[in-house]
């Protein structure tokens, strides 16, 4: 029997499929591929089946059960309410029961568990858990509003398209490339090569890149044969390895930005002590790319010799670190902290609010979360309602008795804010504080301009050591007198 599903079909729903089209029981019978039984409660995308599968259908060793399972609802800040369903509730009704609060401030609600979304208020109330897979055990949900189509979540970093001034300049580059090479073919269109059986070497293959790095290599017919080498493709073990490609320029600072650093503070637009500003989360940029290519996961040789490097050196250090008594480590973290107090005199600390705005003040290490939650007070709308902020992920209350420093907060920390009573309550800001907006961009600037280390203090610790051991050169003039002629 053909069964058409989707990647993210569970397989119990089509066991359950073809046991309802054949008049059998669902609870009796599990599915096997190639001697291996199958997990129901995954889907197809995590089964590691081939398209056009061909499963088969056997007998349970003993009837399944279903029980209670034990649910997590993560929120937007973070936190986790827990609760215990039957397989057969509704994914609204879990929601209204753990959080009724939330759902009426989203415009569009969605579920998240595996990959799998559930968007809108119509298909919360069609699907159940059964339908998600979830029979037994434990699971955690995560409650959204998604406004726009979600991007890969799991790679930190975005790969953006390539500019078309660069894709035209590599087109050029290859078409000229083949006219040279056309150029040396024969009658056929064949390169013909002296040594048509070339191996893989990889010393000859270092000495070859030290030499291009050097400089341009004389023009001799060795030259002419170790070019016609390179152009071929190097085999290994019958596998072709991976060319190199140059890597993106790195943003130089131009007289521009360096005058917009040093004149940031005229362009935004303070709202309080602290030098606080307030700007909105910037938005989704369009040329972001949701799927990465297959080529962005492979690996060059580059990029192996320098893995290979960084495990070496890791290595050694494990070896070589001494075992370190409960008193050494204080001793360690105390002068790790002083250096930190003396490198940074600044420490950033953004608050972001359920709304996307955030809001940006200026501390010292010694400031403490108390003075952080003070700041907070001051820019809202309602300062006698009770809120709390904390940080994530993990959501961790803070003390606020403990400084920035001892909470590890230097030289910059992201935190959220929420009311303790009640849902959302907007504004949450002073409505002045919205008019006064400052872009993300500027504010970016000022934070990193706030947050950078102090280099006099740099420099001086590690000079004076130096000029401690040395001689004055008053000293060093003197000649003694037994010398003296």
């Given amino acids: 029997m053909k069964v058409h599903c989707t990647a993210d079909t569970n397989i119990l729903q089509v066991l359950e499929d073809v046991c309802a089209k054949h008049g059998f029981e669902a ?53 986790r309410i827990m609760g215990d369903f039957s397989p057969n509730t509704s ?20 579920i998240l568990y595996m990959r ?80 048509t059986h070339t191996t893989f070497d990889p010393i000859k293959l270092i000495q070859r890149e030290k030499e291009t790095k050097a400089g341009p290599p004389a023009q001799s017919l060795e030259s002419s044969n170790t070019e016609s080498m390179d152009t071929s493709e190097p085999q290994h073990c019958g596998r072709p390895i991976k060319e190199e490609k140059p890597e993106p320029p790195k943003p130089v600072m131009t007289q521009e930005n360096l005058e917009r650093r040093l004149r940031i503070e005229e362009e935004v637009t303070f709202v309080g002590s602290q030098k606080a500003i307030a700007f909105m989360q910037p938005d989704i940029e369009e040329d972001e790319i949701s799927d990465l290519p297959d080529d962005f996961y492979e690996l060059s040789i580059e990029e192996v010799r320098k893995m290979y490097h960084e495990l070496q050196q890791r290595r050694i250090e494990l070896e070589n670190t001494p075992m370190l008594t409960t008193t050494k480590r204080d001793e360690i973290a105390q002068q790790t902290s002083l250096q930190k107090l003396n490198t940074y005199k600044n420490v950033v ?7 996307n705005i955030i809001l940006q003040g200026v501390f010292t290490p010694t400031n403490t979360v108390q003075d952080v939650q003070n700041f907070v007070r001051e820019h809202l ?38 009311w303790i009573e009640g849902g959302a309550v907007e504004p949450y800001l002073k409505e002045e504080i919205y008019l006064k907006k400052t872009t993300s961009d500027a504010a970016s600037i ?21 000029n401690g051991n040395q001689p004055s050169s008053s000293k060093q003039s003197k000649m003694p007198k037994w010398f003296k002629k």
């Fill in 91 to 110: 994914l609204y009704d879990l929601i209204t029961s753990l959080a009724p609060n939330e759902l009426p401030s989203f415009k569009n609600p969605t």
């Fill in 27 to 79: 609870t009796e019978y599990d599915l096997k591929h190639h001697n291996h039984v199958l997990d129901l409660t995954t889907t197809i995308r995590f089964c590691n089946l081939p398209n056009k599968a061909l499963l088969e259908m056997v007998e349970a060793e003993r009837k399944r059960l279903e029980s209670n399972v034990t649910v997590g609802l993560m929120l937007n800040d973070g936190e």
């Fill in 116 to 195: 799998q979304e559930v968007i809108g208020l119509p298909a919360l109330k069609e699907k159940t858990l059964r339908q998600l897979g979830l029979l037994t055990g434990r699971a955690i949900l995560r409650l959204l509003d998604k406004t726009e189509q979600a991007t890969q979540a799991n790679v930190s970093s975005v790969y953006r398209r390539i500019p078309e001034k660069v894709e035209l300049m590599s087109n050029e580059k290859k078409l000229q490339e083949n006219k040279i090479n056309d150029k040396d073919a024969g009658p056929s269109g064949v390169h013909i090569h002296e040594d």
């Fill in 381 to 418: 709308h309602h300062s006698d309602k009770p809120f709390h902020i904390f940080t994530t992920p993990l959501k961790e209350m803070l003390d606020p008795k403990m400084t920035l420093l001892e909470a590890k907060f230097v030289p910059c920390v992201h935190m959220h804010f929420k």
């Fill in 349 to 355: 600390v953004r608050i972001q609010f359920p709304d």
């Fill in 446 to 466: 000022l934070a990193s301009k706030y947050r950078a280390p102090n280099r006099r203090k740099l420099e001086e610790s590690t000079n004076n050591p130096q």
